[in-house]
């Protein structure tokens, strides 16, 4: 397969391969590099890369992906309490299911376009969410979220003599413990292959012909060309994609609840790709990175912090400017992210990513060719 | 993208970076291995992480666990006026900070959801080298960080959460709890509903479809049922439903005389409000004058369900009015600093801080297990419950419980709850295994 | 018999709810092709009109009491509102109908904010890609719903009724039931009566002005109406007003049923953008329709009786209505062919 990849794409590749595996080094001036906001970057990175492929390509926006993730999550958790604390299971079943719940979902949904897709996608995940909270609760275990016991089978795990003694086990993948950095490498590296394999399907016929999709379906239909199954396949291939990403949350934390799967963790991967910039390559990692830096980091500054980070000031300007600045952070990290959204999309329509094209744009058309210097793959 | 060009330098570069930033965190860990437990406390300071809901329906209550966590800081280094330290019955903490360390402390959002608040504690763990987590608005919430921080080895101070799985079938060594829970609620309310309503009564309960609601409903359906109450119906409502007129019409003609909304938030406020609008509260059914009760009762949340609350029985940890000598200086001490008073939760919250402080500066470590052991046990006065105890069994404090009931004639808007009875603690007292669970070792971490 | 009679009239009110917010909804669909993810915030902003007129009616004149003291040991505050103070009994009655107050003032206030929206960014976005306009109004519905947090809490606030709507009318004799069966508060009876006067007035504005004509043949085909020299676009700004308008009276009114938060806007966000898809894109009688039938279908169904049957079925009727209606019908209930299908 690599043979026939281009040499850019190559390059790209190493290097967004490069920059994940460096993240913990990377992203530690920025307050980011701890073990799970990078585990969290790159699972999210999963899960916007999938959703990329359908609503990137095809245009058709699913309101649903988070039922996928939740899912793939649900499934990991009963991997291990059934199977094995191994990820690898985990993740596979996690990802099979994910793909098998799309299927469903899509076939039925993909009778609609437009709006009506995106509703009746929403339909069923807030569908999957309200029973998993409430009915579902013996499978799901409700509010509490299903948990990992004592008292699990792990049938594998026994036939193969490995006893974990009288303290709650967590996921090992042979041995080394899924959480702290080996679970974020773990997650990187999936992270990675997920990366490539996006990319093999942006430049293969088959994502020539979702991009078709997009651009005017109307027009292939005519040509006697059926769509949907194309676009079937985007929508399973996608759900895969979180279903993994759902796997892997429960790899790196084996907890798994119902709020992974509402209407706003749907809304939460649109945004990411949205504001990363979709149909990229790149973009919904960016975004999801950045969606889930203000999360952790923004809503962490409080009142303390922000006195003394502005301790340099004259008493009487420091008061205000905490004040100011207290409107943005910590409680009001929402207020942030709800300004940048719109910022972004107002000035950038193309996401982050055509910010990032921009500079890069600037600086060739400044100093004249020398743009080879700049790595496309700088933040994930 | 067409420009890069590989050339053999970079390429090694990059290889190096790759190979740093794999390095790089391997000794950071390998240093945290030779600490003897999860975050010890190196230099002059401990740090202590305040996991509250900033955001969503519990932010105010978030709020005001924070404001209780700052006082308490403040108390335990030695500000302020030293608020319920001048009460409490351990005279271990000095006002110098915990073990000679001055305190200081990280905060994030919980959201009231599993998933951000493990990752808000997290952070606090991983980045910030917090050694205790605490805080919290929800049951749901308070389980998921517990289990988090029994794994990663730290001590898990919960804040408020209310449902019996917290300190039963989810217990967990490393977690604590000062809170009280459904089983207290009821233990206390049934006698003093008794007392008011007779011991002829028909209840129908609008329960909130979720662990905390099953809970609740059990622990009075329990209780009032031993009274001889029946219980005509008990109805699952979805959370956050809004309106629930569809669920309060079919009580109209149901034949039941009391209403148990086993509701808590803006379900409580919503679901009380239009109970109230249907004319519940004024009804007389079997020659009866209709009854609502509210067994968690919080007060910020009773402000937003107004003059509804009037006259409706229900249960509370702590509430500001409460005349004991510890009550009036943690009054005293928040009110002045902040011109309003505590509610429960940050009474609770507070309390926990102290507990914490105290518990390390008895034990002269901050090791998880030391640190459990000083609380196991530990027998307190002075933080405004009367004699309590931190049972050893499921780390659940045992104490007096509050039956409060809205106020006819509040003189503030602080003031809508007045309290009717303070159940003493040996009546809402319950054998350990009866909420079943496991507390497993204690895990100090790496 | 009565349940059921009940459970229509609870249908109603809610429906009345979800048809209002979506009717807006649906308009700027039809003549602006936008979604507005921000119409649960202008429903919610219509709600903080309420609790704003509430707050400035009853203004507090604070004066310090000496001889009492609070149990934090500062002076007692003696506050009495300014309007009581200064018109006595008026004062106070004015002070008990803050709820229909509001109305006034959220009729211009609303109006303010849905022509500034529309001037300062939406009219930016109607060229654009759904996904943007989405992503923009998101964005914006978060700014608005942190502001109003940041001013009133988080928590709800109480917006009682006027005393005369608190009661309960013996609806069920009129229509001969026995006395006493079939009862229902009178402020319910009155958001289902000013949501149907709301809806009546909007079909009649756009049905019989001249106004209304060219926005309904922009509706249908907006590029012949500018050619004929119609300045549509000042038109839309005007639409647009008026549907925040109609969200912000249905969020004022509502006040007495649902304690207003800074948060309720969410909640009826998705609830009313399956409402207007079940209807139709881009159709008002189909928004109506749905609206009302969505409300009384979701009573129906957390009846007892059908939740014995069905468990759960409550958590999911609308969803599992909107799927079933969307593959039986692709358009909705009166859905026009072509709109927002792509």
Not at chain 1, 166 to 181: Q, R, W
Request: proline share 4%; with cysteine; aromatic share 10%.
């Amino acid at each position: 397969m690599t043979t026939s990849m281009t040499k850019s794409d190559l390059l790209l590749l190493l290097c967004f391969a490069a920059a994940v595996l460096a993240g913990p080094v990377l992203l530690a001036p920025i307050g980011a590099g701890y073990p799970d906001l990078l585990q969290k970057f790159a699972i999210f990175g999963i899960f916007a890369l999938g959703f990329n492929i359908l609503f990137g390509l095809t245009g058709y926006l699913s309101f649903g992906h988070a039922a996928f993730l939740g899912v793939g999550s649900y499934t990991a958790v009963w991997t291990f309490k059934l199977l094995s604390m191994n990820p690898i299971p985990a993740i596979l079943l996690a990802t099979l299911l994910g793909g098998l719940f799309a299927a469903v979902i899509g076939f039925v949904s993909l009778r609609r376009t437009g709006i009506y897709f995106s509703i009746l996608t929403l339909a069923f995940a807030q569908m999957s969410y309200n029973l998993a909270y409430s009915v579902l609760t013996p499978v799901t275990n409700g509010e509490t979220g299903l948990q990992l016991a004592q008292s699990d089978p792990r049938v594998l795990d026994i036939a193969f003599g490995r006893d974990y003694g009288a303290v709650l086990p967590s996921s090992d993948l042979f041995g080394i413990s899924m959480t702290g950095y080996p679970g974020f490498y773990f997650c990187g590296v999936m992270l990675i292959l997920c990366f490539f394999v996006s990319m093999r399907i942006f430049r293969s016929p088959f994502g020539m012909m979702l991009r078709a999709v997009k651009s005017n379906q109307n027009r292939l239909n005519y040509t006697g060309l059926n769509t949907r199954p194309y676009a079937l396949a985007a929508f399973v291939i996608s759900g895969m994609y979180a279903g993994l990403a759902g796997g892997l949350l429960a790899v790196t934390d084996p907890l798994a609840g119902a709020e992974r799967m509402q209407w706003t963790a749907s809304g939460e991967v649109v945004l990411m790709t949205i504001l990363g910039g979709s149909g990229t390559l790149l973009g919904p990692v960016i975004g999801a990175g950045a969606i889930k830096y203000f999360e952790n980091i923004f809503s962490a500054f409080n009142e303390g912090v922000l006195v003394q980070a502005y301790s340099f000031l004259p008493e009487g300007l420091q008061h205000v400017m905490v004040w100011i600045s207290s409107l943005f952070v910590g409680e009001g990290w929402h207020l942030t992210l709800g300004a940048l959204f719109m910022i972004i999309v107002i000035f950038l329509p193309g996401g982050l990513m055509e910010g990032f094209n921009r500079i890069r744009a600037w600086i060739t058309g400044r100093f004249g060719g020398g743009g080879g210097s700049l790595a496309p793959a700088a933040a994930e | 993208m067409k420009d890069f060009k590989i050339n053999r330098r970079k390429m090694l570069q990059g290889t190096a970076l790759a190979g740093a930033g794999i390095a790089a965190p391997m000794v950071l860990t390998s240093r945290a291995f030779a600490a003897s437990y999860t975050n010890e406390p190196k230099g002059g300071t401990v740090t202590l992480g305040f996991n509250v809901p900033q955001t969503g329906a519990y932010a105010d209550e978030g709020a005001d666990e924070l404001r209780a966590y700052q006082l308490a800081v403040e108390h335990i280094n030695g500000e302020g006026d030293g608020g319920m330290l001048n009460t409490f019955s351990s005279k271990a903490l000095k006002g110098n900070g915990i073990n000679g360390k001055k305190v200081v402390y990280v905060t994030g959002d919980t959201q009231t959801k599993s998933d951000a608040a493990r990752a808000s504690a997290k952070r606090m763990i991983e980045k910030d080298g917090a050694i205790m987590i605490t805080g919290g608005s929800s049951s749901g919430v308070a389980i998921a960080v517990q289990g988090l921080c029994q794994d990663a080895g730290v001590i898990f101070m919960a804040g408020l959460t209310h449902s019996n799985d917290t300190t039963g079938k989810d217990k967990r060594a490393n977690g604590f709890r000062h809170f009280f829970n459904t089983e207290m609620s009821g233990a206390a309310l049934g006698p003093v509903l008794k007392n008011a309503f007779g011991s002829e009564r028909v209840a129908y309960h609008l329960t909130a479809d979720y662990t905390w609601g099953w809970s609740q409903e059990g622990s009075i359906k329990k209780y009032t049922e031993e009274l001889g109450w029946n219980t005509s119906a008990a109805v699952r409502t979805p959370l956050g439903a809004g309106d629930f007129s569809q669920y309060i019409t079919p009580v109209l003609n149901s034949g039941a005389d009391v209403l148990v909304l086993n509701h808590y938030g803006r379900d409580m406020v919503n679901s009380l409000t239009q109970a109230v609008q249907f004319g519940l509260r004024d009804k007389q059914v079997n020659g009866k004058d209709f009854a609502i009760v509210v067994p968690l009762y919080s007060r910020l949340m009773a402000q937003g369900a107004g003059e509804n609350v009037k006259g409706i029985f229900g249960s509370t940890n702590w509430h500001w009015s409460l005349q004991d000598e510890g009550s009036k200086a943690f009054v005293k001490s928040f009110g002045q600093k902040y011109g309003f008073p505590p509610s429960q939760a940050a009474h609770t919250t507070y309390c926990q801080a102290i507990l914490y402080a105290d518990a390390c500066q008895r034990a002269e470590t901050f090791r998880p297990s030391g640190v459990g052991a000083a609380l196991e046990g530990f027998k307190f006065d002075g933080l405004g419950n009367g004699p309590t105890e931190y049972r050893a069994e499921d780390h659940q404090c045992f104490k007096d419980v509050l039956v409060v009931k809205g106020k006819e004639n509040p003189s503030s808007k602080f003031d809508v709850l007045e309290v009717v009875e303070v159940t003493p603690r040996k009546q809402v007292e319950y054998p350990a295994e009866l909420l079943g669970g496991e507390l497993g070792p204690y895990n100090d971490g790496a | 018999m009565d349940a059921i009679v009940l459970q229509i009239l609870n249908g109603l009110d809610k429906g009345g709810a979800y048809a209002l917010i979506a009717l807006g909804l649906t308009i700027i669909f039809g003549t602006l092709g936008v979604v507005n993810f921000a119409h649960g915030a202008l429903f919610m902003l219509g709600a903080f009109c309420a609790v704003t007129v509430k707050a400035l009616l009853s203004l507090e004149k604070v004066a310090l009491d000496p001889t009492q003291t609070t149990a934090w040991g500062t002076p007692l505050e003696i506050r009495t509102p300014y309007v009581e103070a200064w018109f006595g009994d008026f004062g106070t009655a004015m002070l008990n109908y803050s709820v229909p107050i509001s109305i006034l003032i959220a009729i211009p206030v609303m109006l303010l904010i849905g022509v500034s929206m529309e001037r300062g960014l939406i009219r930016f976005f109607y060229k654009r890609p759904h996904a943007e306009q989405i992503l923009v109004t998101f964005g914006l519905a978060i700014v608005l719903q942190e502001i109003v947090k940041s001013l009133f809490g988080a928590n709800p606030i109480p917006q009682p009724a006027p005393d005369a709507a608190k009661g309960m009318i013996d609806f069920g004799v009129a229509i001969g039931f026995q006395a006493g069966n079939v009862v229902y508060p009178a402020w319910r009876l009155i958001y289902f009566l000013f949501s149907v006067a709301i809806i009546g007035g909007v079909f009649a504005f756009l049905q019989f002005t001249t106004f209304g004509m060219v926005v309904r043949a922009g509706m249908a085909d907006r590029e012949t109406v500018g050619l004929l020299g119609i300045d549509i676009d000042r038109r839309f700004t005007i639409v647009f007003g008026m549907a925040a308008v109609v969200a912000g009276l249905a969020g004022a009114m509502y006040t007495p049923i649902l304690s207003p938060d800074y948060h309720m806007g969410m909640d009826f966000l998705v609830l009313s953008f399956v409402v207007v898809v079940v209807g139709g894109m881009g159709s008002l009688g189909g928004a109506v329709v749905a609206g009302f039938t969505l409300g009384i279908l979701q009573s129906f169904a957390s009846m007892n009786e059908v939740k014995d049957i069905l468990p759960g079925i409550d958590q999911i009727i609308i969803y599992l209505i909107a799927v079933v209606i969307l593959l039986t019908r692709p358009r909705g209930l009166m859905g026009r062919k072509g709109v927002m299908e792509h």
